[in-house]
């Protein structure tokens, strides 16, 4: 019997302790970094999302905007920043696009960030004049497109090579 006491009595110190030490998320501000000037639809979707934020997780979340760089500058500053939570990156494709513009970028997307949401989608096409290059020859397959490939991991979006369907834009007479 003396065993069963002592065990519940365990038990409950450690529920007790656990709970006493535990923090709720977030419990101080949240900086979005966001590494693109203000005004621009990556900034804009940050603000909004921000204002929203408080109202469910009760601190404050705000908007730092580090551009340069096609982004590079705000992507690093976050990268360097420390991995608590209370520094989140807003990114665009320019995440997994830089690294094949940029000789070297001051980031590693797969050890420095770790993805928690899509919060937004904006629709892009590539568009060709269809007598001059069909359009199985411009995009050829998934395969000859590892950024795309990498775009489309982290993203869900489509990949060049994918069917796309098109239609017939009518003649203006």
């Given at each position: 019997m003396k065993k069963i006491v002592r065990l519940v009595a365990l038990c409950a110190a450690l529920i007790v302790s656990?709970?006493?030490?535990?923090?709720?998320y977030p419990s101080k501000p949240v900086r979005v970094v966001v590494?693109?000037?203000?005004g621009g639809v990556t900034d804009t979707a940050g603000r909004l999302i921000a204002q929203k934020l408080p109202e469910r997780l009760g601190h404050q979340f705000y908007i730092e905007n580090i551009s340069g760089?096609?982004?590079?500058?705000?992507?690093?500053n976050a990268a360097r920043s420390p991995g608590d939570g209370y520094t989140i990156l807003l990114a665009s494709s320019s995440i997994v696009v830089n690294p094949s513009l940029y000789n070297k970028v001051p980031y590693d997307v797969?050890?420095?960030?770790?993805?928690v949401t899509k919060a937004?989608?904006?629709p892009?096409?590539?568009v060709v004049k269809s007598e001059e290059a069909p359009i199985h020859q411009v995009l050829g397959s998934a395969a000859a497109w590892p950024l795309a490939a990498r775009a489309q991991q982290i993203t869900g979006d489509l990949l060049p090579g994918r069917r796309v369907r098109t239609r017939k834009r009518r003649r203006r007479p």
């Amino acid at each position: 019997m003396k065993k069963i006491v002592r065990l519940v009595a365990l038990c409950a110190a450690l529920i007790v302790s656990g709970s006493a030490f535990a923090q709720q998320y977030p419990s101080k501000p949240v900086r979005v970094v966001v590494p693109f000037p203000p005004g621009g639809v990556t900034d804009t979707a940050g603000r909004l999302i921000a204002q929203k934020l408080p109202e469910r997780l009760g601190h404050q979340f705000y908007i730092e905007n580090i551009s340069g760089a096609g982004g590079n500058i705000g992507m690093a500053n976050a990268a360097r920043s420390p991995g608590d939570g209370y520094t989140i990156l807003l990114a665009s494709s320019s995440i997994v696009v830089n690294p094949s513009l940029y000789n070297k970028v001051p980031y590693d997307v797969d050890n420095d960030f770790i993805p928690v949401t899509k919060a937004g989608a904006t629709p892009n096409s590539w568009v060709v004049k269809s007598e001059e290059a069909p359009i199985h020859q411009v995009l050829g397959s998934a395969a000859a497109w590892p950024l795309a490939a990498r775009a489309q991991q982290i993203t869900g979006d489509l990949l060049p090579g994918r069917r796309v369907r098109t239609r017939k834009r009518r003649r203006r007479p």
